[in-house]
């Protein structure tokens, strides 16, 4: 199977089950294959319900409404219906989007969750915890108790009995091991010892998987979803080079556990591990952007990252989460992923995003540079990566002046600051300055989330021009020279963040001369 361009996630629960009103149609089942179609998206994966609670009429795993007969959920219980009414068509939500996106041309892998976390007894425990109990989990009292432990081969032959199921009786045209729903395997004393069980299990999946292709006469490809940081696999058990070398898995996709998109990250360890054993690697990003103008990355930022991925070896991206039910904006992305190569020469934004974790924490993204208090007698600098091939795009005259932009936070005017790009003194008669007393940046967080930056403050935006000779492939260095603070100025002030936005002699619509005027955050 050739190796696709963008991946697309559907979870099969918040972006379809519990969707449907009941009682589902055949054509509400499609509804996952039908809304990617005419997309860039060439492999949609598709979940097979709660962690080890499946949603297709399995016969080796519990299904959704067995041995239940009250919902106190409405999620729930709509789900449990969306199950039977399916039951009633003769068909489930697994096979009916398979046999959707055979009718069709679109691939599809069925997306294993490895592990699950539910106590002993509740709606989402599955039947081998029913069956063993505490036997077959972790049990690390306050950490993964009823998580299953990958040290027992039940627990092997238990997900070895669901990926069969999925590959032989429904004939997915593969499969993706998610190992990003919990982040344990092992109890925690073991996990270095236990790595090269992990390691064996990879094995036996691949065997299995070879075994049922050659059966019936094709190649099943397996996709693992781990980690995006190398540390944090091994951490858990998760040997991913091994696995690759190996031959256990053909593709392999890094998802970011970090909270918002950085367009320039620098991650290439995981394509170089795939590229050097003959794999492939993908990225799965966040889905959230620290920003005055948008809460959600923009299509100019998902240039900038496709290119950026590009450069340092993946293959792709693989997505999810999209806003539901998918706007143009959504199906602009899903057209323009899939071919990073077409958009070489169109505008792209490169922002810096801000540090993560707790305020008064460690931060848990040590490698970003910003936000940075000015202090008088010290010099700010970080780096704006730039994945553009713009020595190409100016032998051919194609490169527009870019736009580089630095927001402050409480900026005071009458400070004496001098900046610099890539060595060049940026005079304050070419500087274009304004200001908003009381912005709100449009960043909704949940759960545990947390960015080191405020969501609201007074912000400056002072913005230069950048002649197309002046922007680097690779690392751009900004400076902030603090020479003197306003000595009646007491209040504190960062530089909070910064862009380049790279611009090219793309074809563009005429403005007209009446625009509608966008409100501003907050009313």
Not at 310 to 331: D, K, N, V
Request: with cysteine; net charge negative.
């Amino acid at each position: 199977m050739q190796k696709p361009r963008l991946i697309h996630y559907n979870d099969a629960h918040h972006f379809h089950a519990k969707r449907i009103e009941p009682p589902a149609s055949l054509y509400q089942l499609n509804w996952p294959v039908d809304e990617v179609l005419g997309t860039g998206v060439d492999l949609l994966v598709i979940g097979l319900g709660y962690g080890d609670v499946y949603f297709h009429q399995s016969k080796v795993g519990r299904v959704v409404g067995q041995g239940k007969e009250v919902w106190e959920s409405y999620i729930d219980w709509r789900i449990m219906r969306m199950v039977e009414a399916a039951n009633d068509l003769a068909t489930d939500q697994l096979r009916a989007v398979i046999e959707r996106g055979r009718q069709t041309g679109l691939k599809v892998f069925p997306s294993l969750k490895l592990q699950d976390s539910a106590k002993l007894q509740s709606e989402r425990c599955g039947l081998l915890k029913q069956a063993h109990g505490a036997e077959v989990c972790i049990g690390d009292e306050g950490r993964a108790e009823w998580c299953y432990d990958f040290a027992h081969e039940a627990v092997h032959e238990d997900k070895l009995a669901m990926v069969g199921e999925v590959l032989d009786d429904y004939g997915a045209d593969g499969l993706e091991l998610d190992f990003c729903f919990d982040r344990f395997y092992f109890k925690s004393a073991d996990v270095e010892k236990n790595i090269p069980l992990m390691n064996d299990f990879m094995a036996k999946v691949r065997r299995l998987a070879s075994d049922i292709g050659q059966r019936q006469g094709r190649e099943i490809p397996l996709m693992a979803r781990v980690h995006l940081k190398e540390a944090d696999n091994l951490a858990i058990g998760l040997d991913v080079p091994a696995w690759i070398e190996a031959g256990s898995i053909d593709w392999v996709v890094g998802q970011d556990a970090n909270i918002l998109v950085d367009p320039g990250i620098q991650t290439p360890w995981l394509a170089q591990a795939a590229t050097a054993a003959g794999g492939v690697a993908y990225y799965c990003p966040p889905r959230r952007i620290y920003d005055e103008r948008v809460e959600l990355p923009s299509i100019e930022m998902y240039r900038a990252l496709s290119q950026t991925l590009a450069w340092q070896g993946y293959s792709g991206l693989y997505l999810g989460y999209m806003p539901w039910p998918f706007s143009e904006r959504e199906y602009q992305i899903l057209r323009e992923a899939a071919f990073p190569e077409v958009h070489v020469r169109r505008d792209k934004r490169y922002l810096l995003q801000p540090r993560e974790g707790a305020p008064d924490a460690p931060t848990t993204t040590p490698e970003r540079a910003l936000p940075e208090p000015l202090v008088e007698g010290e010099t700010v600098a970080f780096d704006v990566w730039v994945a553009d091939d713009v020595d190409g795009a100016r032998r051919d005259d194609e490169m527009r002046d870019a736009m580089l932009t630095l927001r402050f936070a409480f900026f005071c005017i009458e400070d004496e600051i001098e900046m610099r790009f890539n060595g060049r003194a940026l005079s304050g008669d070419e500087v274009e300055i304004s200001d908003e007393r009381a912005l709100t940046i449009p960043l909704k967080l949940a759960g545990s989330m947390a960015v080191q930056a405020p969501l609201g403050f007074s912000a400056h935006w002072l913005r230069f021009r950048l002649a197309p000779k002046e922007i680097q492939r690779g690392a751009n260095r900004v400076e902030i020279v603090v020479v003197t603070l306003d000595s009646r100025a007491g209040f504190a002030r960062s530089v909070n963040g910064a862009e380049i936005l790279v611009r090219y002699k793309d074809f563009v619509r005429p403005e007209g001369l009446e625009r509608e005027r966008i409100a501003p955050p907050g009313g």
